[in-house]
């Protein structure tokens, strides 16, 4: 059959549509499931517990953890939904801050080798550190144990950060990602070093990583169990905020199209 060039145009503009549509419902249903993986998606900020052991292991106050590593004015909070998966380009240290908990400590990741978000490796574990501990390692305030320190890579493959408290009673990790944790609970709170003023020793652009160890139904939700510093790493982004974009883009060239005609 011979299509004249009217019929043709419009033959193609279904093609096109009917490509579009199918491109759109496939990012919508990639941005669903990663939403419902992802728990707590743009939910804000974790309330922190600024009490429980006194102003010198208060994490995030004046005269707290941070403020005496970092200065509190040289961090940024990064939002609770954009900490969750990790993406690395390049090779990537971790050290050890600091530790108020009585529980060891084991840090880690597990990278999403068959890349389907689900994240169900097994851990890769890069240090931890022994129970009763109670100080910080790094800066000013101590000397670092270099046994408490790793360089690794994901070998480009999205992560997230795992901790293992090794208490009784306790998940074998709790994840970056809430969507892992049991009642999807948020174990991890993060900064971004963005200044060194004060006279710090500060790394701009490396993230500080505080867990709490315990499950919210014990815990003091202060999360300055265990503290870790990561550098050379991306900025972390959940898949979801990701499959928005494509979707949103998707969608803008659709009409964009549409507009055009």
Do not use: C
Not at 38 to 67: K, R, Y
Not at 103 to 127: H, M, S
Not at 216 to 225: C, G, M, V
């Amino acid at each position: 059959m011979t299509l004249y060039p009217s019929e043709a145009k419009i033959a193609e503009k279904l093609i096109v549509e009917g490509m579009m549509k199918a491109l759109v419902k496939k990012l919508a249903v990639t941005v669903l499931a990663v939403f419902l993986m992802t728990g707590n998606v743009m939910a804000g900020e974790t309330p922190i517990n600024l009490g429980g052991d006194g102003a010198i292991s208060t994490l995030a106050a004046p005269g707290g953890i941070l403020d005496r590593l970092y200065g509190l004015s040289n961090l940024q909070r990064t939002d609770d939904s954009l900490d969750q998966v990790w993406r690395n380009i390049t090779i990537t240290d971790a050290v050890a801050q600091a530790k108020y908990a009585s529980y060891a400590q084991q840090f880690g990741f597990v990278a999403d080798l068959d890349r389907n978000g689900i994240f169900d490796e097994t851990p890769t574990w890069l240090f931890s550190v022994p129970g009763g501990s109670t100080n910080n390692f790094d800066n000013s305030l101590g000397t670092q144990n270099l046994s408490y320190t790793a360089n690794f890579s994901t070998g480009g493959y999205d992560f997230v950060f795992v901790d293992n408290p090794n208490g009784d009673a306790l998940p074998t990790a709790w994840s970056s990602l809430t969507g892992m944790n049991p009642n999807s609970e948020d174990h991890l709170v993060t900064w971004k070093i963005i200044g060194s003023a004060g006279g710090f020793d500060n790394t701009i652009g490396n993230y500080i990583l505080a867990w709490e160890d315990k499950p919210y139904s014990i815990s003091d939700r202060d999360y300055n169990d265990f503290i870790v510093e990561v550098n050379h790493a991306p900025e972390p982004a959940t898949m979801t905020l990701l499959g928005f974009g494509l979707l949103g883009m998707a969608v803008f060239g659709r009409k964009l199209k549409r507009g055009n005609q």
